[in-house]
């Protein structure tokens, strides 16, 4: 049987390094070693999950091992070298990066979708591809037959790595998230990268005390001993159901995958809800058992229709929680990463990250920042206010239907019925009217903005994250008269497309369980496919919900171009031995599409091993992801 050709990695060429101390880097001086490349993207919350992953087997494996983050990024805010400098601080990214900000690197390594991992042995050939998240344990297999093979061979080279750490910064706060008014009017706010919460006086400046260590961990207990892993969101609960439950404030501990509550008076912390693992299971409806159920990076929090309604970023969701009770579950959405309105439990949403009740109790608005859109939860329906989809996203005001934000993290419901939001990656506050209609801007300049907070006089406080500081808006900037209107840029997320040929094509998802695991039909089919498309007409067959993996469609000819919208899983299990733990691959593409004369009839997408059918290195093109990783099933 014929041996396949072994890809030689492509040399690694970008705008600039960070945490190398100013070297820039070639493969040639990665020789030896096994290297691992992270294609990420600052936004996507799928990639933050494998920078999570990869913590510990960069540690284990310190003297072997070096993981590159290349930067390929989605919006045009993340090309900003600046942003990419604070993103990778504000993560605690501990590895080298290279800015790949015209995704050069993205299509010689034939990337498809964030995050991708590329796996190079110490000789400088390509051995695996790996798209989305969750392969953690495969890796490390993966790295244990390296490490075993060039030992052998005499090619392995151990010592220390290229990773030079930047400066420590000296600020109050360190990359706030999000905030609240106590009752006393002092500031509660999440100090993500220092991994605690500040209580700040009412002029948002002076710090009265910090509530945990300030190093990434998930201990309860007093304030001065608790810690916490980039937590994010804070919902303060109505006082007869705090009497209940002993505590008054939940926190929203993103890293950890854990709800957290806080007694105000001692700082006390305790968990409330969440096992630290990361959910990877099924859709359901039924309340769980608050501390025996997985989350995934629950990102905000607000309560609405008698409970606490938390942002799950990392699915795509919003869950509840009843503190009394105990208990959560699903709330909205399918996990499917889209822009998709209707009845909870049937819509779509993309990486919900901001949560804010209008004053009369009656609409949820969310900030579902993936689709760079305001949306809200009204009588059981999702409904979409602001924005157009994963791949629309400017600065332009005016009618609700034409307007564009640019990755939204935070929405502050107004008493008079509008919303204001933290258009995060334009450095704005805008205003959305329902009476109109209408979006206009408030303020801009602003780096970051990720929450803001309504305070007792009627001021708006604006958390300016990346300028780590709280900033007061002026009073007149509330008002409609006080909006300006911006007929700023439009972008679209423009990666080059894939020719298909009109009529039938092929689509292939290629899967390759990790080492030591097997395909798991134990409960049912170990595959699924689900195809759609946008526009819908694109398709005239194979849209809909399948068990495999490959998939015959019809390509409309009178359909120029639109995006496919595909999501895959597959479930596999250890293999020979005694007590085999269970493991749950998935991926989203949003695959963008020509459709034109002569053109290939075959999409090969890469769910995990190596792509037999592009080869990484060709220079073949690639298509976006749409930030989903490999997660939970539907």
Same mark, same amino acid.
């Given at each position: 049987?014929?041996?396949?050709?072994?890809?030689?990695?492509?040399?690694?060429?970008?705008?600039?390094?960070?945490?190398?101390?100013?070297?820039?880097?070639?493969?040639?001086?990665?020789?030896?070693?096994?290297? /691992?490349?992270?294609?990420?993207?600052?936004?996507?919350?799928?990639?933050?999950?494998?920078?999570?992953?990869?913590?510990?087997?960069?540690?284990?494996?310190?003297?072997?091992?070096?993981?590159?983050?290349?930067?390929?990024?989605?919006?045009?805010?993340?090309?900003?070298?600046?942003?990419?400098?604070?993103?990778?601080?504000?993560?605690?990214?501990?590895?080298?990066?290279?800015?790949?900000?015209?995704?050069?690197?993205?299509?010689?390594?034939?990337?498809?979708?964030?995050?991708?991992?590329?796996?190079?042995?110490?000789?400088?050939?390509?051995?695996?591809?790996?798209?989305?998240?969750?392969?953690?344990?495969?890796?490390?297999?993966?790295?244990?037959?390296?490490?075993?093979?060039?030992?052998?061979?005499?090619?392995?080279?151990?010592?220390?790595?290229?990773?030079?750490?930047?400066?420590?910064?000296?600020?109050?706060?360190?990359?706030?998230?999000?905030?609240?008014?106590?009752?006393?009017?002092?500031?509660?706010?999440?100090?993500?990268?220092?991994?605690?919460?500040?209580?700040?006086?009412?002029?948002?400046?002076?710090?009265?005390?910090?509530?945990?260590?300030?190093?990434?961990?998930?201990?309860?207990?007093?304030?001065?001993?608790?810690?916490?892993?980039?937590?994010?969101?804070?919902?303060?609960?109505?006082?007869? *159901?705090?009497?209940?439950?002993? &505590?008054?404030?939940?926190?929203?501990?993103?890293?950890?995958?854990?709800?957290?509550?806080?007694?105000?008076?001692?700082?006390?912390?305790?968990? /409330?809800?969440?096992?630290?693992?990361?959910?990877?299971?099924?859709?359901?409806?039924?309340?769980?058992?608050?501390?025996?159920?997985?989350?995934?990076?629950?990102?905000?929090?607000?309560?609405?229709?008698?409970?606490?309604?938390?942002?799950?970023?990392?699915?795509?969701?919003?869950?509840?929680?009843?503190?009394?009770?105990?208990?959560?579950?699903?709330?909205?959405?399918?996990?499917?990463?889209?822009?998709?309105?209707?009845?909870?439990?049937?819509?779509?949403?993309?990486?919900?990250?901001?949560?804010?009740?209008?004053?009369?109790?009656?609409?949820?608005?969310?900030?579902?920042?993936?689709?760079?859109? *305001?949306?809200?939860?009204?009588?059981?329906?999702?409904?979409?206010? /602001?924005?157009?989809?994963?791949?629309?996203?400017?600065?332009?005001?005016?009618?609700?239907?034409?307007?564009?934000?640019?990755?939204?993290?935070?929405?502050? %419901?107004?008493?008079?019925?509008?919303?204001?939001?933290?258009?995060?990656?334009?450095?704005?506050?805008?205003? &959305?009217?329902?009476?109109?209609?209408?979006?206009?801007? /408030?303020?801009?300049?602003?780096?970051?903005?990720?929450?803001?907070?309504?305070?007792?006089?009627?001021?708006?406080?604006?958390?300016?994250?990346?300028?780590?500081?709280?900033?007061?808006?002026?009073?007149?900037?509330?008002?409609?008269?006080? %909006?300006?209107?911006?007929?700023?840029?439009?972008?679209?997320?423009?990666?080059?497309?894939?020719?298909?040929?009109?009529?039938?094509?092929?689509?292939? *998802?290629?899967?390759?369980?990790?080492?030591?695991?097997?395909?798991?039909?134990? &409960?049912?089919?170990?595959?699924?496919?689900?195809?759609?498309?946008?526009?819908?007409?694109?398709?005239?067959?194979?849209?809909?919900?399948?068990?495999?993996?490959?998939?015959?469609?019809?390509?409309?000819?009178?359909?120029?171009?639109?995006?496919?919208?595909?999501?895959?899983?597959?479930?596999?299990?250890?293999?020979?031995?005694?007590?085999?733990?269970?493991?749950?691959?998935?991926?989203?593409?949003?695959?963008?599409?020509? *459709?034109?004369?002569?053109?290939?009839?075959?999409?090969?997408?890469?769910?995990?091993?190596?792509?037999?059918?592009?080869? %990484?290195?060709?220079?073949?093109?690639?298509?976006?992801?749409?930030?989903?990783?490999?997660?939970?099933?539907?």
């Amino acid at each position: 049987m014929a041996t396949a050709p072994r890809v030689r990695a492509p040399e690694l060429k970008g705008r600039r390094w960070l945490n190398t101390g100013g070297r820039h880097l070639t493969l040639p001086d990665l020789r030896g070693r096994i290297t /691992v490349l992270d294609f990420w993207t600052f936004c996507c919350i799928n990639c933050l999950h494998v920078l999570d992953e990869l913590r510990p087997i960069e540690q284990k494996y310190a003297d072997v091992l070096v993981v590159i983050g290349v930067h390929s990024p989605k919006f045009e805010h993340e090309k900003d070298p600046d942003a990419l400098a604070d993103a990778v601080e504000r993560y605690g990214v501990h590895h080298p990066v290279l800015d790949d900000p015209e995704l050069n690197m993205w299509q010689q390594y034939a990337a498809r979708a964030w995050p991708t991992l590329a796996v190079i042995d110490p000789e400088g050939y390509v051995v695996a591809t790996m798209a989305g998240e969750g392969h953690a344990e495969g890796l490390v297999r993966l790295v244990d037959d390296l490490i075993a093979t060039h030992e052998a061979k005499g090619t392995l080279h151990r010592g220390d790595g290229p990773y030079v750490p930047p400066a420590e910064p000296e600020t109050t706060l360190r990359f706030p998230g999000k905030g609240v008014v106590l009752d006393n009017g002092n500031l509660l706010v999440s100090d993500s990268a220092r991994h605690s919460l500040a209580e700040l006086a009412p002029d948002g400046e002076t710090l009265l005390r910090r509530i945990g260590t300030g190093a990434r961990g998930r201990a309860d207990g007093p304030a001065t001993a608790a810690t916490f892993a980039e937590p994010q969101g804070l919902c303060l609960l109505p006082a007869h *159901v705090s009497r209940l439950v002993g &505590y008054d404030l939940v926190v929203a501990d993103t890293v950890n995958h854990l709800l957290r509550g806080v007694r105000l008076d001692t700082g006390e912390v305790v968990t /409330v809800a969440g096992t630290g693992r990361q959910w990877r299971s099924t859709v359901d409806d039924h309340a769980h058992d608050a501390r025996s159920v997985d989350l995934s990076s629950p990102w905000d929090l607000a309560w609405y229709d008698n409970r606490l309604v938390i942002a799950m970023a990392g699915i795509h969701q919003l869950w509840w929680f009843d503190p009394v009770k105990r208990t959560a579950g699903m709330y909205a959405g399918s996990t499917v990463e889209a822009r998709k309105d209707g009845p909870l439990a049937e819509a779509w949403l993309a990486q919900p990250s901001g949560l804010s009740v209008s004053a009369d109790g009656s609409r949820l608005w969310v900030a579902d920042s993936e689709t760079s859109a *305001v949306r809200y939860v009204e009588n059981g329906i999702l409904h979409t206010a /602001v924005g157009q989809g994963l791949f629309e996203f400017g600065h332009v005001d005016g009618p609700a239907a034409q307007a564009l934000l640019q990755h939204p993290l935070g929405v502050c %419901a107004l008493p008079d019925g509008s919303v204001l939001i933290a258009d995060t990656y334009n450095g704005a506050v805008r205003r &959305y009217d329902p009476e109109t209609d209408a979006v206009g801007t /408030v303020a801009d300049g602003l780096a970051e903005p990720s929450d803001l907070l309504l305070t007792p006089d009627g001021g708006v406080l604006v958390v300016e994250s990346a300028a780590h500081r709280l900033t007061r808006l002026a009073p007149g900037a509330l008002t409609a008269a006080g %909006a300006s209107t911006v007929d700023g840029p439009r972008h679209r997320a423009e990666r080059r497309p894939t020719e298909l040929r009109a009529g039938e094509v092929t689509l292939e *998802v290629i899967f390759t369980p990790a080492p030591g695991q097997k395909l798991d039909d134990s &409960y049912g089919p170990s595959t699924r496919l689900l195809v759609t498309a946008s526009p819908p007409e694109l398709l005239l067959t194979g849209a809909g919900t399948g068990t495999e993996l490959t998939r015959q469609l019809v390509l409309n000819d009178s359909v120029p171009e639109g995006v496919l919208q595909v999501t895959a899983q597959a479930a596999t299990c250890d293999a020979d031995v005694a007590h085999a733990a269970c493991h749950l691959t998935r991926q989203d593409w949003g695959v963008p599409i020509w *459709v034109v004369d002569d053109a290939a009839d075959r999409l090969p997408l890469v769910l995990r091993g190596i792509d037999a059918g592009t080869g %990484a290195g060709t220079g073949t093109g690639a298509e976006p992801g749409t930030g989903a990783g490999a997660g939970p099933g539907t």
